[in-house]
């Protein structure tokens, strides 16, 4: 399994957003993350891995690499980190293919990562956090809270007002 493209613990796809968003200003490209919305982002990383390939011979270098993401601030990949990457995902320099591939990879991890997270608060088995689930969280933390305070903080992210936090909603609060 290929392990999930960090850099500086930021993870690279949110590192490719912040180096669009600052290329074009008020042009913000967002990539889909959602399942459903997979087929939108052939288009728009289409225009990522252009804006990483400087050269336009139609592959990224570790040197582009490094050169995209230090504009994100000012630090970027270090040159054997870039190597790195691009050696890992493209043996050499990162194709089309190879991007895409990286990039579903780290959207892959983020799911992982915010089940794992997800877990850790829905106790109760029910598949949702509840007020005492996530006062029994606060606990293990060494943070007391009481089920009202608890409630209160659901209520900010319950969006379809049942009381609970799904898992589409958790998703949505640790945006």
Not at 62 to 90: I, K, N, Q, T
């Amino acid at each position: 399994m290929v392990q999930t493209a960090t850099i500086s613990g930021v993870p690279l796809l949110a590192r490719i957003r912040c180096a669009l968003s600052l290329k074009k200003p008020g042009n913000v490209l967002s990539l889909p993350l959602s399942p459903r919305r997979r087929p939108q982002l052939g288009r728009g990383l289409e225009q990522v891995f252009r804006h990483f390939d400087e050269d336009g011979d139609g592959r990224i270098s570790a040197e582009e690499l490094c050169s995209c993401l230090g504009r994100v601030d000012g630090g970027g990949l270090s040159p054997a980190e870039a190597e790195a990457m691009v050696e890992s995902y493209g043996g050499g320099k990162m194709e089309y293919e190879d991007f895409v591939r990286l990039v579903h990879v780290e959207e892959e991890e983020r799911g992982r990562v915010l089940r794992e997270a997800f877990s850790a608060y829905e106790m109760e088995g029910m598949g949702c956090i509840t007020a005492r689930s996530l006062r029994r969280a606060f606990r293990r933390l060494g943070e007391e809270k009481s089920v009202r305070d608890c409630r209160e903080m659901i209520r900010r992210f319950d969006f379809n007002g049942d009381g609970v936090i799904s898992f589409e909603e958790f998703k949505v609060m640790m945006l």
